[in-house]
């Protein structure tokens, strides 16, 4: 066999080879395009589906939906029928458009505080003026130390004494017009307000009732802390040690 014969049988070899390749990668491309565009019928929220509301319920007002979801963006656990969880609560909002998987669905929601509330702690609201709340100056996340005004039971007699030496502000709520006490209304001079405003601690339950006593019984004020401030809460001031020096 010469040479330009050899050549030839090899180019026809390459050719048929070239040729399964081709075969070869242009059905593997149709096979990676069906499995691309391949849909499941998987549940899909077509409307808002809120926090605690049950998938029968959502199901029965129309908030869920059979809908055709491309093979690949299927979430694993997708639900493809109510059957079995229809019972369960949803755990967290859903939006349209979203499947339903089982980390979205629990037996019991519960319902999220607004409120950052530490645990073990419950929440007070307590109304200040804006001299009691030094100013307007305390926001959420402020540590102030609560300090009251009465008298004493035993005398009679006004004191003041730090009653809580450092607690946090979860909230501030609007401020609201309250009138200025002592100060009567006349025809002449309409009565007098001094803004109020809402702020919320962080209590323990002792701290708590401490709060609610003191805020019924007396006057409270609160001073802004920082992380440095040490407050103490074993002496008060009254009128025979107002000017004692400490």
């Known amino acids: 066999m010469d040479r330009r014969r050899v050549l030839l049988v090899a180019a026809a070899v390459v050719a048929a ?46 908030k869920l939906a059979l809908e055709p979801v491309a ?19 949803v755990l967290t909002t859903m939006y349209p458009g979203e499947q339903m998987i089982p980390e979205k669905l629990g037996k019991d929601a519960g319902v999220a505080s607004a409120l950052p509330i530490p645990a073990g702690k419950v929440a007070i609201a307590v109304n200040l003026s804006d001299p009691a709340r030094v100013a307007g100056f305390i926001n959420p996340g402020s540590e102030v130390a609560v300090i009251y005004s009465g008298k004493n039971p035993a005398t009679g007699q006004p004191f003041t004494r730090t009653l809580l030496t450092r607690a946090t502000v979860l909230a501030v709520g609007s401020s609201t017009p309250a009138p200025i006490a002592g100060k009567q ?14 702020l919320t601690l962080a209590l323990s339950q002792d701290e708590a009732q401490r709060i609610l006593f003191a805020q019924g019984s007396g006057q409270l004020t609160f001073a802004l802390l920082t992380k440095q401030a040490k407050l103490s809460d074993t002496s008060s001031v009254d009128s025979t040690n107002l000017f004692a020096k400490r």
């Open 71 to 89: 093979s690949d963006q299927i979430l694993p656990g997708a639900a493809t029928t109510t059957e079995g969880i229809s019972d369960l609560q």
């Open 17 to 62: 080879l070239g040729t399964v390749l081709v075969f070869l990668y242009v059905k593997g491309a149709d096979q990676r395009a069906q499995d691309r565009f391949a849909t499941a019928q998987v549940l899909v929220a077509t409307a808002q589906i809120e926090q605690g509301e049950t998938v029968a319920a959502a199901a029965a007002g129309g």
């Open 185 to 198: 209304p006349t025809a002449n001079a309409p009565a007098e307000t001094v803004a109020r405003t809402l």
